[in-house]
């Protein structure tokens, strides 16, 4: 298309260190008179209208592209950036964005299915790249991600900004100080109210103003079968990844950063369903998996339906459940207590009685620790580098992976199951207590007992597991192949 008219670093990556990257390239240098960091905004309808006033407000950063495959959303950004006096660029292709040498930095708020392939495009192409989580739609296109980014020399931020909150961080090195003795557990929960998104009859007619091919990219053009176009492909797998992949992965990420794991868990097992209505949306609205690390297990919660049946029709949006004060938070567990982290940017730790004996609070602009690093020339600076996006990334996959090659049981059936395991066993007490509260009938609606699976962390393979590995693989339509050799 034609074109149209002072916050602390403080490198809290660093805490991962066997995470961090492990090259460095030359500082920044503008081939512009200033030292002025251009970027190109991608997926700008929802998120990605955050990004541009996000990146707009650091010093020394202008938005001076925008792209989105719906020419609606991108005509109206780019009109109210020239109201602004920041005109910009508009593409519909981000091909021939990376094209443009004006451009220093890409930044990514598209459907999950893109992410990957946009980050690697844009790395060949010499950009650097703040992309939204989670990073990847599976766990081998999340490595490739990670190997471009070294291989080209890029600084690659994860949009996890919880990564940016002394508050969280300094909670987090507190409790790993042994401040609290010794670290059983973790538990995250993802209690998010979220609604049908309705059924429609048979594939509805793409609007004339969205290049489909483009939004479907990697998954091949294929109909479109949901009543609302944008946001309700979190809800669909073939785009998105469920709360578990949406909001979840913040709190999974939060959780892993506690644990210390610097890499992918050996084991992992799903149990849930999508329950409450019948809908387009494949992907659970409730479910329960436990990453059994061989430490300290990783436990996370989805929850789609509010705490029961009453709360549907009166306040769903206000009644959900909730674990140590929140609906949705993360909590380390130990010996002598645990800490809590309520949100992005806070945390506090509490005795085996409940009774708070320190607390941490700050954040700063996960942005501007991008663009710090990005003039540096030092992935290492980054809060949110690249691997930890992809590991946090790719352990909300194995969760989808489990539930994706399960099949539906009785509960009798899934109770046997689990029983072995202390926290699947109260787990799966905790769902059903949740589905009754709600008027689920369990013999009518039957939750899917994940298939139990077993990862090489080093490899990043499941072992003897042809099928699992074809989802972790994943499939691509011509001219939109994640490559072999990035």
Same mark, same amino acid.
């Given at each position: ?15 991962a260190?066997?995470?961090? =990257? ?28 955050a ?9 020394? #950063? ?16 780019? %009109?109210?950036?020239a109201?602004?006096g920041?005109?910009? @660029?508009?593409?519909?292709d981000?091909?021939k ?6 451009i220093? @930095? ?24 703040? #992309? ?6 599976n ?8 190997? =471009? ?6 600084i ?9 909150? %002394?508050?969280i961080?300094d ?25 049908? !998104? ?7 007619? !793409?609007? =004339?103003?969205?290049?489909?091919d483009?939004?479907?990219g ?11 176009l944008h ?9 998105? +990844? ?24 050996p %084991?992992v ?37 509010p ?6 029709s ?15 938070g ?9 800490l ?16 708070k ?7 700063? +602009? ?76 369990a013999?009518?609606?039957? =939750?899917?007992?994940?298939r ?35």
């Amino acid at each position: 298309m034609s074109p149209v008219p002072s916050i602390r670093r403080r490198d809290i990556g660093r805490l991962a260190a066997a995470g961090a =990257a492990a090259y460095s390239l030359p500082a920044f240098r503008s081939p512009r008179p200033s030292d002025e960091i251009r970027v190109g905004c991608v997926g700008i309808r929802s998120r990605g209208n955050a990004h541009i006033g996000g990146f707009s407000g650091v010093p020394g #950063v202008k938005v001076v592209a925008l792209c989105d495959v719906d020419e609606g959303v991108l005509n109206q950004r780019l %009109k109210e950036a020239a109201e602004k006096g920041r005109p910009a @660029v508009g593409y519909t292709d981000l091909r021939k964005m990376l094209e443009d040498k004006n451009i220093d @930095v890409i930044s990514l708020a598209t459907p999950n299915h893109l992410h990957a392939l946009q980050t690697i495009w844009a790395c060949q192409a010499g950009k650097h790249v703040y #992309v939204e989580k989670p990073i990847s739609h599976n766990v081998w296109e999340g490595r490739q991600v990670v190997r =471009a980014a070294r291989k080209y020399g890029r600084i690659v931020q994860a949009g996890t900004q919880s990564r940016s909150a %002394k508050g969280i961080a300094d909670g987090i090195n507190w409790i790993q100080g042994g401040n609290l003795g010794k670290i059983t557990h973790a538990w995250g929960t993802c209690f998010k109210p979220r609604t049908s !998104i309705g059924k429609v009859d048979g594939p509805q007619s !793409i609007p =004339a103003n969205i290049h489909w091919d483009l939004y479907c990219g990697p998954r091949g053009v294929s109909p479109l079968v949901r009543r609302q176009l944008h946001y309700d492909w979190h809800w669909q797998m073939a785009t998105g +990844n469920g709360d578990l992949g949406n909001q979840g992965i913040h709190q999974v990420d939060q959780c892993r950063w506690g644990l210390g794991e610097t890499a992918l868990a050996p %084991k992992v097992f799903s149990v849930g369903g999508r329950f409450g209505y019948d809908d387009d949306g494949d992907s659970p609205n409730t479910q329960f998996i436990c990453l059994d690390y061989e430490a300290a297990p990783l436990i996370f919660e989805v929850r789609g339906l509010p705490r029961d049946k009453a709360a549907q029709s009166k306040n769903w949006g206000g009644s959900m459940d909730r674990r140590k004060g929140s609906a949705i938070g993360a909590t380390i567990h130990t010996e002598g207590g645990y800490l809590h982290i309520p949100n992005y940017s806070s945390s506090q730790a509490y005795d085996l009685e409940g009774k708070k004996v320190q607390e941490w609070s700050g954040a700063s +602009n996960h942005f501007a620790n991008f663009i710090d690093a990005v003039r540096a020339g030092d992935p290492g600076k980054l809060n949110g580098g690249i691997e930890e996006g992809h590991l946090s990334s790719a352990l909300c996959h194995m969760g989808l992976d489990s539930h994706k090659l399960g099949k539906t049981a009785s509960r009798e059936e899934i109770q046997a199951a689990v029983s072995g395991h202390a926290h699947g066993s109260s787990g799966f007490e905790r769902i059903c207590a949740h589905l009754d509260a709600n008027g689920v009938d369990a013999a009518a609606h039957p =939750a899917t007992l994940g298939r139990p699976l077993e990862l090489d962390p080093k490899t990043e393979l499941y072992l003897d597991d042809d099928q699992a590995n074809a989802l972790a693989r994943g499939t691509y339509a011509p001219g939109f192949e994640v490559p072999e050799d990035v």
